[in-house]
């Protein structure tokens, strides 16, 4: 069941990438739908721990941000 999630994944990070390096509008948000789905399925059959290292990574990035924006203002 890891590897289906894992392709799943990376087809939402390919999708994601070329979305934001487009510059044709159809393709964009093809690409986004397709990051979107690839996510939302991702979700459903991926197990717990890599649920949980999915929703975890954006808030550790955020905290990093955070201590890293303090440390230079200081």
Excluded: Q, R
Aim: proline letters at 4%; hydrophobic letters at 60%; one cysteine or more.
């Amino acid at each position: 069941m890891l590897v289906p999630s894992l392709t799943t994944l990376a087809i939402a990070a390919v999708a994601i990438c070329l979305s934001l390096n487009s510059k044709e509008e159809v393709f964009k948000v093809a690409m986004g739908f397709t990051a979107v789905l690839s996510m939302f399925l991702t979700l459903i059959f991926a197990p717990w721990a890599l649920k949980l290292l999915i929703l975890a990574v954006p808030l550790v990035l955020d905290k990093l941000n955070y201590w890293s924006a303090e440390k230079t203002t200081n």
